[in-house]
């Protein structure tokens, strides 16, 4: 909360009148030596991470959105091995909820039809911040840790 809300880039990228809740659900993977699934989840109020919480949704009055998917799926995801996009366009994460708080508007061409897709710079911004958070992963994960 304390790195994020010192980021200028981020602070600056949520500029909206717009208040979130974010649960991110990281599913166990017992084949993987991950035995437990668990909830971590923020809230972004006047463009600032105001709460973090663990264990479970914490429903409000904000937009709230829900992210779920297997351990090594958000494991990739800090080791910038698979973005969120992709996640989400492979079906590796799930979204309940108000997908426009992540989602922005992007256009592209392809030889049919318009296709877009992809997520708001704030978005980007704090996955960004979070890879240089250090950390440690479980089961087969353990090897893995992102740096400082």
Do not use: C
């Amino acid at each position: 909360m304390k790195r994020v809300n010192s980021d200028r880039l981020f602070v600056d990228l949520r500029k909206t009148d717009r208040n979130a809740t974010y649960s991110l659900h990281i599913e166990r993977e017992p084949e993987n030596g991950v035995e437990e699934s668990f909830t971590v989840g923020f809230s972004i109020i006047g463009g600032k991470m105001d709460e973090v919480w663990t264990g479970h949704d914490k429903t409000t009055e904000f937009t709230d959105l829900v992210i779920s998917g297997k351990y090594g799926v958000w494991v990739d995801i800090i080791h910038d091995r698979l973005s969120l996009t992709d996640a989400m366009l492979s079906r590796k994460l799930a979204l309940r909820g108000e997908t426009s708080e992540i989602y922005g508007a992007t256009v592209w061409m392809s030889p049919g039809p318009l296709f877009g897709v992809g997520v708001t710079p704030a978005t980007e911004r704090i996955i960004e911040l979070a890879r240089h958070i250090p950390t440690e992963f479980h089961g087969k994960f353990a090897m893995s840790k992102t740096q400082a």
